[in-house]
C-alpha cells in the first residue's frame, strides 16, 4: 500500500474536483441540448400536423369539384 503525503491527497482532491466541475459542465450543455431538440421535434410535429392537414383540405376539396 503506498503512503500518500498530504500534498498528494490535496492534489488528488483538487483533480476530482475539477473532473466533478467538468462533469457538471457536460452535463449543462447536455441539458440544453435535449430542451432544444424537444423544442425541435414539438416544432417539427407541428408542422407535420399542418401539412397534413392542409393536404387533407386541398384533397377534400379536389373531390368535391368533381
Known sequence: MKAYTKANLEEIVMMQLEN????????????LQNELLHNTNKKLKDEISEFKEKCFTYQSGKRNQK
Open 20 to 31: 466533478l466541475n467538468a462533469m457538471n459542465d457536460l452535463l449543462s450543455i447536455m441539458k
